[in-house]
Nanobody, 126 residues
Framework: QVQLVESGGGSVQAGGSLILSCVAS???????MAWVRQVPGKEREAVAS???????DYADSVKGRFTISQDSAKNTLYLQMNNLEPEDTAIYYC?????????????????????WGQGTQVTVSS
């Protein structure tokens, strides 16, 4: 059973930075992983994804500010978030799926990801 455990959330002022981490276990050898955020009352939004081919994708709202990466040796996914804005305030989830070639679809329909972490809160104050 795939398990995803996030850490690194917190509170920061606008313009600040945070790094989120997600430790994955029992992951399929071929996969895609993503960071998905949700504001209460709104739909989940995928902000960044990466697959085992090394392909990356970002939501327009975070391009140039967020960077997704992974350390395969540590089974860990990261999200470096710079120049944070109050609009980035949300619960951030780590998500994963075996369908690496459908990463483009999953970015648009993040609720289709098969595996989810418990989420970590990010709060950005103005």
């Amino acid at each position: 059973q795939v398990q995803l455990v996030e850490s690194g959330g917190g509170s920061v002022q606008a313009g600040g930075s945070l790094i989120l981490s997600c430790v994955a276990s029992q992951m399929p050898s071929s996969n895609c992983m993503a960071w998905v955020r949700q504001v209460p009352g709104k739909e989940r939004e995928a902000v960044a994804s990466i697959n085992t081919d090394g392909k990356k994708d970002y939501a327009d709202s975070v391009k140039g500010r967020f960077t997704i990466s992974q350390d395969s040796a540590k089974n860990t996914l990261y999200l470096q978030m710079n120049n944070l804005e109050p609009e980035d305030t949300a619960i951030y989830y780590c998500a994963a799926d075996q369908k690496k070639d459908l990463m483009w679809w999953l970015m648009l329909h993040p609720t289709d990801f098969d595996y989810w972490g418990q989420g970590t809160q990010v709060t950005v104050s103005s």
